[in-house]
């Protein structure tokens, strides 16, 4: 049974920082892939982040240079570290992990990422 939680969300100020956390037990694959996005109101959930077993990230262009991606393969827990927040980062922010086997046809393709954890709110103002 694989689950993810998140949590770190809050309210911050613009330009300041926060870190999520995201916990991930049951899922003990060699080779994976993990992500974060998020959805704010009105609009579509979007792909921000990702990291694989490897060490690899890549990145949406609205986050680069200030999201960072990371994980912790002792404490099985992935990070989002959040800095020159805007107010439009506003939104709530989800881990996923994939199904490994299921081809990537987009690096931010949700089809491929089956576990999903309940989100958390982070709001800029």
């Known amino acids: 049974h694989v689950q993810l939680v998140e949590s770190g969300g809050g309210s911050v100020q613009a330009g300041g920082s926060l870190r999520l956390s995201c916990a991930v037990s049951?899922?003990?694959?060699?080779?994976?892939?993990i992500g974060w996005f998020r959805q704010s109101p009105g609009n579509e959930r979007e792909g921000i982040a990702r990291?694989?077993?490897?060490?690899?990230?890549s990145y949406a262009d609205s986050v680069k240079g200030r999201f960072t991606i990371s994980k912790d393969n002792t404490r099985n827990t992935m990070y989002l570290q959040m800095n020159s927040l805007k107010p439009e980062d506003t939104a709530m922010y989800y881990c996923?992990?994939?199904?490994?086997?299921?081809?990537?046809?987009?690096?931010?393709?949700?089809?491929?990422?089956?576990?999903w954890g309940q989100g958390t709110q982070v709001t800029v103002s």
């Open positions: 996923a992990a994939d199904e490994p086997g299921v081809p990537f046809l987009a690096p931010f393709d949700e089809a491929a990422f089956a576990y």
């Open positions: 049951g899922y003990t694959y060699s080779s994976y892939c």
């Open positions: 990291i694989n077993n490897g060490g690899t990230t």
